[in-house]
């Protein structure tokens, strides 16, 4: 089992709902984290959530948008999305401090979304 | 901005084996980590070795173990006596140290599908 969750584990929608990921972790991280992967690819960075303040990866377009209620939840509001975006979307947390011993991410199971 | 290279899209080893993954970076940080995650088909990503660019002395986990060179900017991923639970995608990623502390993101290579025979 892992110590970060994603719900739900998949998602079907239609270019003009709007849905939300979530992502939940309870091991007192300060860091949280929205990957997107592609089939064979590698993850890459969407945002970076960390001591209460947002990094966006410039290329990530406004129809995500994340949002963090506490520092244990960082959800991802969907809106408008387009097939391209279909994709293994995955969550992670770490500690986020300066030790080394403390930057390992933990990742969750990500969550598969399709967009018809 | 940096980058990961992973040069082995795809190596097959019979078990019992010993296998290395290649990987090496390109930076202008001096401060950063370098990890190698695995990926099984079961999608989750779970980390199996990191190394704090700072430690001159290689980092070892059981059957894990890297050969870190600096200043080559290498990191390669030597597995022992493999098994078949080791069939995965294997990714090195890169992470600078965040000067004002907090965190920043992974930069991951392309990656390694490992495969390990019976």
């Known amino acids: 089992d892992t110590e970060v969750t994603q719900t739900p584990k998949h998602l079907v929608m239609g270019m003009t709902n709007k849905k939300s990921l979530k992502c939940e972790q309870h091991?007192?991280?300060?860091?949280m984290y929205w990957y997107k992967q592609k089939a064979k690819k590698p993850p890459e960075l969407m945002f970076v959530?960390?001591?209460?303040?947002?990094?966006i990866n410039e290329s990530v377009p406004s129809r995500f948008s994340p949002e963090c209620p506490n520092s244990s939840l960082l959800n991802l509001h969907l809106h408008a999305l387009q097939p391209e975006d279909s994709a293994l979307y995955l969550c992670?947390?770490?500690?986020?401090?300066?030790?080394?011993?403390?930057?390992?991410?933990?990742f969750g199971d990500g969550t598969r979304l399709s967009i018809l | 901005a940096q980058t990961v290279t992973q040069s082995q899209p795809e190596m097959s080893v019979q078990e019992a084996e010993t296998v290395t993954l290649s990987c090496t970076y390109d930076t202008s940080e001096n401060n950063y980590y370098l990890f190698w995650y695995k990926q099984p088909p079961s999608r989750q990503m779970i980390l199996v070795i990191r190394q704090e660019a700072y430690k001159q002395q290689n980092a070892t986990e059981n059957r894990f173990s890297v050969n870190f060179q600096k200043a080559a900017k290498s990191f390669s991923l030597k597995i022992s006596d493999s098994q078949l639970g080791d069939t995965a995608m294997y990714f090195c990623a890169f992470m600078k140290v965040n000067s004002g502390g907090g965190a920043d993101g992974l930069t991951f290579g392309k990656g390694t599908h490992l495969i390990i025979q019976p």
């Open positions: 091991m007192g991280h300060r860091a």
């Open positions: 959530y960390s001591y209460e303040k947002l990094s």
């Open positions: 992670a947390s770490s500690q986020g401090g300066w030790d080394g011993r403390n930057q390992p991410q933990h």
